[in-house]
């Protein structure tokens, strides 16, 4: 790092992203994080590597993108509500029952991978001929049912159980890359914004603009994300008993399958379609930063090689004045010249004549 570069990135920015780099440094065996896999997506590791060795910049999380089968938390009961002072009850919101209940840590992963899902066996059905020449069927292959810990079911979905709560859902999701880079200033923000928009991330922003007023320094975050890329489907729901009946209450929930093996394998189709996207995508955008950043740090380097109280930084008020007084002398020097010039001819006229 060049001594311009020390002076302009804010030391709580190179506290913090110290204190990141330990933590990646961490050996996989040892090395946590929130994120339901627990660690950094190989897929991905280049990228950070690349992004963190950059200056004024280091990632705070990251996904590769990634197929997963979620299953809803449980909806808290409905509430009564009361219409407020002088309106009827029918003003009265209703009540969402199929509204995904908020919080970190509510419901459970079902299912999880970070990469395309390969066939691994012949599909369900099919034969295979036996040294004899008579056809036989092939063990069925475990089901994309199965690998999702789905039962399966009839199609219909249940209806609200008799306190009138609607079932837990389970959802299907494709979700493209996303990553959080903490950035040193907006400057170095900039080309990390440039380069995930022209890369096909064309909803990446600053993640909050109160980063910019905080006490130990601003650290601005880039989202890097591109929302077109999702697919959500729901497939499933989960059966489980009213609370009124503490033996079915306390009794394992069955998940159930709303969809046949046929959508899955279509959804799983078309998830995998948009991980060669996703990855596409994510090799421009590597690309694209690594050339803006390079251009903005050898634009910084000129523009800012003459660091303010250094000998040969020059105030811009008195650079203008210097500049045109330099101009005027010049001006003076050519009308000399000329007035010289006018004279020499003069004098050779005479001595002519």
């Known amino acids: 790092m060049s001594e311009s570069e020390k002076d302009t990135i804010p030391e709580t920015f190179v506290s913090r992203k110290s204190k990141i780099l330990a933590e990646l440094s961490i050996p996989d065996a040892e090395y946590t994080d929130l994120s339901p896999k627990g660690s950094v997506d190989e897929g991905i590791r280049d990228l950070i590597r690349d992004i963190n060795a950059l200056p004024g910049l280091v990632t705070t999380s990251s996904c590769a993108g990634r197929i997963s089968v979620f299953l809803e938390g449980r909806k808290s009961k409905p509430q009564p509500q009361q219409a407020p002072l002088g309106q009827n009850e029918s003003f009265n919101e209703p009540q969402r029952q199929f509204v995904p209940s908020g919080g970190k840590g509510a419901g459970k992963w079902l299912f999880v991978s970070h990469e395309p899902l390969k066939e691994d066996a012949v599909p369900l059905g099919s034969v295979s001929g036996s040294e004899s020449g008579r056809p036989e069927e092939t063990k069925p292959t475990r089901s994309l049912c199965e690998r999702f810990g789905l039962e399966p079911g009839d199609g219909?979905?249940?209806?609200?159980?008799?306190?009138?709560r609607a079932p837990r859902l389970v959802r299907f999701h494709f979700e493209p890359m996303i990553l959080h880079i903490m950035t040193a200033t907006?400057?170095?923000?900039?080309?990390?914004?440039?380069?995930?928009?022209?890369s096909g991330f064309r909803e990446s922003g600053l993640q909050s603009l109160r980063c910019l007023d905080a006490e130990d320094g601003p650290s601005p975050i880039v989202a890097v994300r591109s929302a077109g890329l999702s697919l959500e489907s729901v497939i499933g729901y989960c059966e489980e008993g009213d609370d009124d009946n503490e033996d079915l209450a306390d009794s394992e929930p069955v998940i159930r399958s709303l969809v046949t093996e046929e959508y899955l394998q279509m959804l799983v189709a078309m998830s995998n379609e948009r991980f060669s996207v996703n990855t596409e995508r994510k090799e421009r955008f590597r690309s694209s930063m690594l050339d803006l950043c390079a251009a903005a740090h050898s634009r910084g380097a000129k523009t800012k090689g003459k660091a303010k109280g250094s000998a040969d930084w020059e105030d811009p008020e008195k650079r203008r004045e210097r500049k045109k007084a330099e101009g005027l002398w010049?001006?003076?020097q050519l009308e000399e010249q000329k007035k010289k010039e006018e004279q020499e001819g003069a004098q050779g006229d005479v001595d002519m004549s």
Do not use: D, E, I, T
């Open 186 to 198: 907006l400057h170095h923000a900039h080309p990390v914004l440039s380069a995930a928009s022209a």
């Open 156 to 164: 219909k979905p249940p209806g609200m159980n008799q306190q009138g």
């Open 330 to 332: 010049r001006k003076k």
